[in-house]
């Protein structure tokens, strides 16, 4: 027996609004199906392909009730998801609602008056002065491989513990974490990944981080749009499509740092980050930059939600009190002592800092061998 379950959620609030992103599914219960207990001693981190169900499209109604501390209701509406089951809004905080201190969440589209409850929740509230941190995950984290056939079937039945840890990388998120950055992780991985992506977060001592995925059925959907089969391989408009959410999701930080590798186009993505939030250029302006990178190649439809998502973050960091201060880490391909940019993005250069991230495997290799030398 299937009944719609929570994969996915995420709720940050503001002075403002509480801003959520979440998706449901269908999924088989096990208590209905008799199954026992899970031994906890048996659990193992699990792998990609256990979560193909999400492959599944399905739409749903979610009803979203707000209690203050005491337990009194003081918020209640009900939203539709995309037809694949996701979620992305915002909640106002009116004088009314903004004692909201818990979610409790029902699906309440797939039975007529059957409220099934999904979950409960507490918004996350970064304090003030915000900090937060953005961090790619494949081949920034974790030196996954995707080239061939072997590797991608690889990928999807092992944990990601498997992989090659970047403790450079690790290290250096770890860091921030400790001195009060939120993290976020970024992936181009399928939506798929983040049971995995989560349990090897968990194993590294990540545990409050936001996780943003590519929703792959979008990419094959003729109605979204959002997403076309260009974006299979072109990263640039998704990641920085998701660059802008965080941000209109948790509001303009004081301090920010982004991670990522210079294998593709992690530094273009980045440093076009650093011209919208620096405000070098008007948005119009900025756009025209953008869009004549290869890196994007945006259609019609991309090209209008990414110019209303540049214009709503110049609004809102427009009204700061402050200069945002940007930090970027770009993990090393080979030796290359620089980045090389199309001419625009050279003026936000020094705003990169080049590092050697070598493998957790090599790194035992290494030792081992400096080890075999001493003893000999």
């Given at each position: 027996?299937?009944?719609?379950?929570?994969?996915?959620?995420?709720?940050?609030?503001?002075?403002?609004?509480?801003?959520?992103?979440?998706?449901?599914?269908?999924?088989?219960?096990?208590?209905?199906?008799?199954?026992?207990?899970?031994?906890?001693?048996?659990?193992?981190?699990?792998?990609?392909?256990?979560?193909?169900?999400?492959?599944?499209?399905?739409?749903?109604?979610?009803?979203?009730?707000?209690?203050?501390?005491?337990?009194?209701?003081?918020?209640?509406?009900?939203?539709?998801?995309?037809?694949?089951?996701?979620?992305?809004?915002?909640?106002?905080?009116?004088?009314?609602?903004?004692?909201?201190?818990?979610?409790?969440?029902?699906?309440?589209?797939?039975?007529?008056?059957?409220?099934?409850?999904?979950?409960?929740?507490?918004?996350?509230?970064?304090?003030?002065?915000?900090?937060?941190?953005?961090?790619?995950?494949?081949?920034?984290?974790?030196?996954?491989?995707?080239?061939?056939?072997?590797?991608?079937?690889?990928?999807?039945?092992?944990?990601?513990?498997?992989?090659?840890?970047?403790?450079?990388?690790?290290d250096i998120l770890q860091d921030y974490?400790?001195?009060?950055?939120?993290?976020?992780?970024?992936?181009?991985?399928?939506?798929?990944?983040?049971?995995?992506?989560?349990?090897?977060?968990?194993?590294?001592?990540?545990?409050?981080?936001?996780?943003?995925?590519?929703?792959?059925?979008?990419?094959?959907?003729?109605?979204?749009?959002?997403?076309?089969?260009?974006?299979?391989?072109?990263?640039?408009?998704?990641?920085?499509?998701?660059?802008?959410?965080?941000?209109?999701?948790?509001?303009?930080?004081?301090?920010?740092?982004?991670?990522?590798?210079?294998?593709?186009s992690d530094p273009i993505i980045y440093?076009?980050?650093?011209?919208?939030?620096?405000?070098?250029?008007?948005?119009?302006?900025?756009?025209?930059?953008?869009?004549?990178?290869?890196?994007?190649?945006?259609?019609?439809?991309?090209?209008?939600?990414?110019?209303?998502?540049?214009?709503?973050?110049?609004?809102?960091?427009?009204?700061?009190?402050?200069?945002?201060?940007?930090?970027?880490?770009?993990?090393?391909?080979?030796?290359?002592?620089?980045?090389?940019?199309?001419?625009?993005?050279?003026?936000?250069?020094?705003?990169?800092?080049?590092?050697?991230?070598?493998?957790?495997?090599?790194?035992?290799?290494?030792?081992?061998?400096?080890?075999?030398?001493?003893?000999?």
């Open positions: 027996m299937k009944r719609p379950n929570l994969v996915h959620f995420l709720s940050i609030m503001t002075d403002d609004y509480v801003a959520i992103k979440a998706s449901v599914t269908m999924k088989e219960n096990a208590l209905a199906m008799g199954n026992t207990p899970v031994d906890l001693e048996k659990l193992a981190p699990s792998f990609p392909i256990q979560a193909l169900r999400l492959l599944s499209a399905y739409e749903f109604k979610m009803k979203i009730v707000g209690l203050d501390e005491n337990q009194k209701e003081i918020y209640k509406k009900s939203f539709d998801s995309d037809s694949y089951g996701n979620f992305n809004f915002k909640i106002p905080l009116t004088e009314e609602s903004k004692g909201l201190v818990i979610l409790q969440l029902y699906e309440v589209g797939k039975e007529p008056g059957l409220q099934i409850h999904l979950g409960t929740a507490i918004p996350l509230r970064i304090p003030e002065p915000k900090k937060i941190i953005i961090c790619d995950f494949d081949k920034t984290l974790v030196d996954t491989r995707y080239s061939t056939t072997r590797d991608v079937y690889n990928s999807l039945t092992k944990p990601l513990e498997s992989f090659p840890t970047l403790v450079k990388s690790v974490i400790k001195d009060g950055f939120h993290p976020f992780i970024l992936s181009a991985s399928p939506h798929f990944y983040e049971d995995a992506m989560r349990d090897w977060l968990y194993q590294n001592h990540i545990y409050t981080a936001g996780i943003f995925l590519k929703d792959y059925r979008k990419i094959f959907s003729f109605f979204e749009g959002d997403l076309t089969t260009k974006d299979l391989k072109v990263q640039g408009l998704y990641k920085l499509n998701h660059l802008l959410d965080i941000l209109l999701m948790a509001g303009i930080p004081k301090d920010i740092v982004l991670m990522g590798d210079n294998f593709e440093l076009t980050m650093a011209m919208i939030l620096k405000q070098d250029h008007e948005p119009w302006k900025l756009w025209k930059i953008v869009k004549s990178q290869d890196a994007f190649q945006l259609n019609r439809k991309q090209n209008g939600q990414f110019l209303n998502k540049i214009f709503q973050l110049n609004n809102m960091i427009g009204r700061l009190p402050y200069e945002v201060s940007l930090k970027i880490y770009i993990r090393k391909k080979a030796n290359e002592e620089s980045i090389k940019v199309p001419t625009k993005f050279k003026g936000r250069l020094p705003l990169i800092e080049l590092y050697d991230g070598m493998p957790l495997l090599a790194e035992k290799d290494s030792r081992s061998k400096e080890d075999n030398i001493a003893d000999a």
